[in-house]
């Protein structure tokens, strides 16, 4: 019983059906983890290291081959498919190998491209990147107008501390996957928390289901190792035989060539480490880079409306009137309008150098209207532009003026040349969720 | 404590003064924490409506909390601690600044340290000659396995049969996100994923039939250390409010590990071959048999099979989080308020004027809400519990602020009219404890109301 206990220095004695096993899923494996897709090397060698960030660097951490436009489980099946053909090539074609030194290097592949893959996750959280704290726009908007991952996201996102301690869960059970002795601990700490992930991104809807899955049959398989050991200590309490496998490099070159890669993957995860947390420091790249109108940021009210020059009336029906407006810190401005939206399915993961793009705060909500803006402090104009793909054509050429401290003017043209005039008050509201339990609050 | 090698299975084994020590404090503690002090559980047992049974009453008899020094919240509505009842008695009561959310709500178990301290040294002095106390290791081990088995069951089947966080009312859909508390949103996110839901009470059910079998102990310590050791840090991140419900499965799941942790790391760092000799009790005379397969087949019979009975039937026929007393037939709805008349005298739409309504919920339930734009008092509550009358189910409204204010109506037929026209009734709940003097509901306002049909991007 060679997969569950290698129990002494000799090599053991593998079964026909397990040398079959092991080659199926050597080679399965094999395809899936290590890169063999000539679209990894293009965004390797596109790396532009001038204007390096974080993000190409992450982005390989999330390497799974894909196949002619195939999508998730569909490459599994297709490896499956080429792993079934070659395992039956290799059987007969009767060649002998030493399979205590196959299964060990299987369990050194896979060992750490799960620790590249969990840490690097991690990182996202142990640096709060992948869960920003909810746009004030998003904190005014109603519970129902989310999807289901973006709620997920901001319930993770309102206590950063939480978040960070997810994160250092994932990068400690990452760094125990990179030692021999300690990988079963890794392994079962990943098996239940990515479990847990992949069971929320099913739930949520959250886009990672594929990826979590394939780190969880990962760290399953690399468990397997120690679960009889394990079940014949803790359940039948057995005298229990150790695994005392020990590598035996017989050549310098091999030697050599552990400790580069061993080194390499170290250095790759301090770096990638480092721009992470450059990248949190910086420029959170879930959010918009270029900071706000200086004193607009809050809620505002909007006392008076005008449409080509005809004053609307407060109401929650009439598609061209404006309710409420948000200006964030960054340059970005809500509005909420009875004008539907046609809401953006991304989900605003991924890295943008526009901030026009930078669509985590915009995307999976309705209820607002989401307008990133250029401000000309000079002659004291803004224009605005929808960030929503589906309405990208939503421009304004607005001029601002303060009345006070609180009340601003803005009047302008929409890109159909009607023109809107919009009188804000800035409403200095208290949030629930802000003043938390712990004392009593009026709202 | 070098605990396995102390469990040698056949000579008697020598513990080391710290490991004697180290025991009698753990016992005293463990003791305290687990085992129901107070005469009113015991009265419980004689006192239960056994005919009409309901869950409330499981909660009831599945152990206390130990709590003499109380803590007092600083405000009124603040404290809720879920089913966790309070002892009658207390000797003490302190008001700490950080209230019932920080250290200083742990100050019962310093408390039971400190006695198990004290207490260990006393009776080492009275038992100087023992050698080691292996059978009443046995036993705690086994007495905190049960203890947190039973603890469990309440959280368990309301997840199985996903009552404890109950689907979304309209109000809570209808809620701007920044209007919650922390702790309403970390709660609410299960409400509309029933499925992931019964998935985590899934895994606790696991945990609760891992403690209860011998060889399955060690798993469903590790379990329980790892999955309600996270949520002990989520209860504290969201001040949650049940971190020290919570934080009493970390810590037994622990306790029950330890004696196992050294044998898994032999084997599995060390890579050394492993003899397990862990001590257990033996039950030699057929009345130590009888009364262990008595007691075992009680708890499984009474907190796994009863109680999920009594919970699949909540679920089915009440669930208690939200009002049980139906609403207007065919009213649920998210409504515009278009017309609104202050005795008689119409009110214009406005987002910023506190007393005229903007729209209207009305549940499936008897619960109204409305939103005005106005300053109330807000009650930090999490709606939790188990409460018998519809006016305390405060789930739906609990931790919400905005201009939203909730209320439970009666529903009163007019004998001489026909019988679909309704007069309804509102009643304020009682447990929010909004301001109310400057605005008191009368039938003179009067909202004539429109449908809006409103389409969540949630379903």
Known sequence: ??????????????????????????????????????????????????????????????????????????????????????????????????????????????????????????????????????????????????????????????????????????????????????????????????????????????????????????????????????????????????????????????????????????????????????????????????????????????????????????????????????????????????KPVKIDTSFGDVYHTNDIDRNFESAGVGGRHYFAYQADTVSKKLSLQNKNKNHASEKFQLSYRFLNDSTLVLSGVNEKKDSVYAVLDKINKKYMLLEGRRKSVKL | MNTTDIFLENKEPVWSAFEKWAFRVSFIFFFLLIVPLELDYYKGWFTTDWANLHIRDIGRLSGSSFNPIKIKPLFDGAADKGSLKDANTSFLTITAKEGIYGLASYINWFLALGIGIIGAFIWGFLDQKRKHYRNLYYFLLVGVSYAMLIKLQGLTFSKVFPTQMPDLALTQLNTPFGDFTAQKLYWIQFSFVHGYEVFAGLAELLIMLFLLFKPTRAVGAALSLAMIGNITFANHAYDGGIHLAAAFFTLGGAFVLWPYLKNIWTLLVLQKDVKPNLYYHDFKTPLQKYFRITFKSFVFLFFFVLSAYLHWHNYKYDSYKVPSRPGLADSRGLYDVTEFKVNNKIVPYSPVDSVRWQNVTFEKWSTMSYTVFNIFLIHGEAGRGKQFKDIDRTYESAGTGGGRRHFIMKLIPLKRRLLSKVRIKFIRMKILRFITKDHQLTESYYGVKTSIKTLFMLF
Not at chain 1, 176 to 200: D, K, P, S, Y
Not at chain 1, 266 to 287: C, D, R
Request: a positive charge; glycine letters at 6%; aromatic letters at 20%.
């Open chain 1, 1 to 338: 019983m060679s997969f569950l206990n290698i129990s002494n220095h000799d090599s053991s004695d593998w079964k026909g059906y397990e040398k079959i096993l092991l080659r199926f899923f050597f080679i399965y494996f094999f395809i899936l983890v290590v890169p063999i897709d000539w679209k990894f090397y293009q965004e390797l060698f596109n790396i532009n290291w001038a204007t390096f960030n974080f993000y190409s660097l992450f982005s390989l951490t999330k390497y799974a081959p894909q196949f002619f436009g195939l999508v998730g489980y569909q490459n599994w099946l297709f490896a499956g498919f080429i792993a079934t053909l070659a395992t039956i090539i290799w059987t007969f074609s009767n060649t002998n190998c030493n399979y205590d030194s196959l299964y060990y290097w299987l369990r050194v592949i896979l060992r750490y491209r799960l620790a590249i893959g969990i840490i690097a996750y991690g990182f996202l959280k142990v640096f709060p990147l992948q869960m920003p704290f909810p746009s004030l726009s998003n904190m005014h908007t109603n519970y129902g107008d989310f999807l289901a991952w973006k709620i997920y996201f901001h319930t993770l996102g309102i206590t950063q501390g939480y978040e960070i301690f997810l994160g250092a869960i994932e990068v400690v059970a990452g760094t125990l996957l990179l030692f021999r002795r300690t990988t079963t601990f890794g392994a079962g700490i990943i098996a239940g928390f990515t479990g847990n992930v992949f069971a929320a991104n099913i739930a949520y809807d959250a886009s990672e289901e594929v990826y979590s899955l394939y780190l969880v049959v990962i760290a399953l398989f690399l468990l397997i190792y120690d679960a009889k050991r394990l079940y014949s200590l803790l359940v039948l309490e057995q005298y229990t035989i150790a695994s005392k496998f020990e590598p035996i490099y017989t050549t310098l070159g091999l030697k050599r060539l552990r400790t580069t890669l061993k080194g390499s993957v170290f250095i790759f995860l301090i770096v990638l480490g480092v721009s992470t947390y450059a990248n949190y420091i910086k420029e959170p790249y879930k959010l918009p880079k270029k900071t706000g109108l200086e004193g607009t940021y809050g809620f505002y009210n909007v006392r008076e409306f005008k449409y080509n020059g005809v004053v609307i009336p407060y109401t929650t029906s009439d598609t061209n009137r404006w309710q409420n407006v948000v200006f964030e810190k960054w340059a970005t401005i809500s509005i909420k309008i009875a």
